[in-house]
């Protein structure tokens, strides 16, 4: 998969016991802050690419962020594309690359699932959550009815997946409920995406990756509830929700369970947007998690005006 221009020189790689995960690393931020770092992570079929605007306007703003493409997904070969497994490469990253300090933990759609199972694991390395467009547990169950569908009866799942090989503008159109308006991005982000997808669908390795993290994605959704519902409460660090106001896969609806577990946490609704308000909305989406950022106790240095640090 090539890597976008805005974010080659960050791309990394970590060794694994079980393979390699790649990643992007922005390191140290201008002026050397003493800011924890930020960890984003993709969601079910997606890459690390997917935070290509988000990246350099949370590094401008003094933040060092980090992005994997998670085990089963995008560049890396590591095995055990399942949640667990997903949850031990993230804390690998945090332990690595951001030397084991505390850091904030950001998750969309399945990421978000996987942010938790990491931060709920090794409190000590995720001071914050933030959930965007995703959450467990969630009112109304995993997402859509066809999630569950393609993970109980894979083979029509897989079939389906499959035939898109032979339909790269199916494939194409399988992107539209991701977005709140997909023809209105920009010419350059929609032939990424076209080619994106297409490479996708014709990799056996990312159709691999795909099904295993559906079924860990919808057992969990299924089973654990209760148990994610207890460390969620638990969880002694901020939580944020970030949610596309046009988001039909995760609706905003299905946050109601984690606000009720946990008072005071605030929602910010990204307009226009999604299920994916990093591609749609990124400056929004930045500004609703730099504000967040800023109040967090651990936050030592305010966050700069990053509109004028990435214009200039």
């Known amino acids: 998969m090539k890597i976008p221009p805005s974010l080659a020189a960050w791309g990394k790689t970590l060794p694994l016991k079980n393979g390699d995960v790649f990643y992007y690393d922005s390191g140290t931020p201008p002026g050397g802050t003493q800011k924890p770092a930020v960890l984003l992570l993709h969601g079910l079929g997606d890459e690390a690419d997917s935070w290509r605007h988000l990246m350099p306007l949370l590094h401008a703003a003094g933040n060092r962020v980090i992005a994997p493409d998670l085990p089963g997904f995008g560049r890396s070969r590591a095995k055990r594309a399942n949640i667990r497994g997903q949850a031990a490469a993230a804390l690998a990253l945090l332990e690595?690359?951001?030397?084991?300090?505390?850091?904030v933990l950001a998750g969309n759609s399945m990421g978000a699932?996987?942010?938790?199972?990491?931060?709920f694991r090794r409190p000590d390395l995720a001071g914050a959550l933030i959930l965007i467009d995703g959450c467990f547990p969630m009112t109304g169950g995993p997402g859509?009815?066809?999630?569950?569908?393609?993970?109980?009866f894979p083979f029509a799942g897989r079939r389906w997946y499959r035939s898109l090989r032979a339909d790269h503008e199916g494939a194409w159109?399988?992107?539209?409920p991701f977005y709140g308006d997909l023809d209105a991005m920009s010419a350059e982000d929609r032939e990424f995406?076209?080619?994106?997808?297409?490479?996708?669908?014709?990799?056996r390795s990312q159709e691999r990756g795909y099904f295993t993290a559906l079924r860990s994605f919808a057992a969990a959704g299924i089973f654990s509830g209760g148990r994610?519902?207890?460390?969620?409460?638990?969880?002694?660090?901020k939580i944020l929700l970030v949610w596309g106001e046009k988001?039909?896969?995760?609706?905003?609806?299905?946050?109601?369970?984690?606000?009720?577990?946990r008072n005071g946490t605030e929602i910010k609704t990204i307009q226009g947007a999604g299920h994916l308000p990093q591609q749609e909305r990124p400056l929004e989406t930045a500004e609703a998690i730099l504000s967040f950022l800023a109040d967090l106790p651990f936050f030592k240095v305010p966050n700069q005006d990053f509109r004028q640090n990435v214009s200039g």
């Open 96 to 103: 690595k690359a951001a030397d084991g300090k505390p850091a």
């Open 247 to 261: 988001d039909a896969v995760i609706p905003r609806e299905t946050a109601k369970a984690v606000l009720a577990l």
């Open 173 to 176: 159109r399988s992107l539209y």
């Open 193 to 203: 995406l076209r080619e994106r997808v297409v490479e996708r669908v014709e990799s």
């Open 113 to 119: 699932l996987v942010a938790e199972a990491a931060a």
């Open 228 to 237: 994610f519902s207890r460390r969620l409460a638990a969880f002694p660090g």
């Open 144 to 152: 859509t009815g066809m999630t569950l569908l393609s993970a109980i």
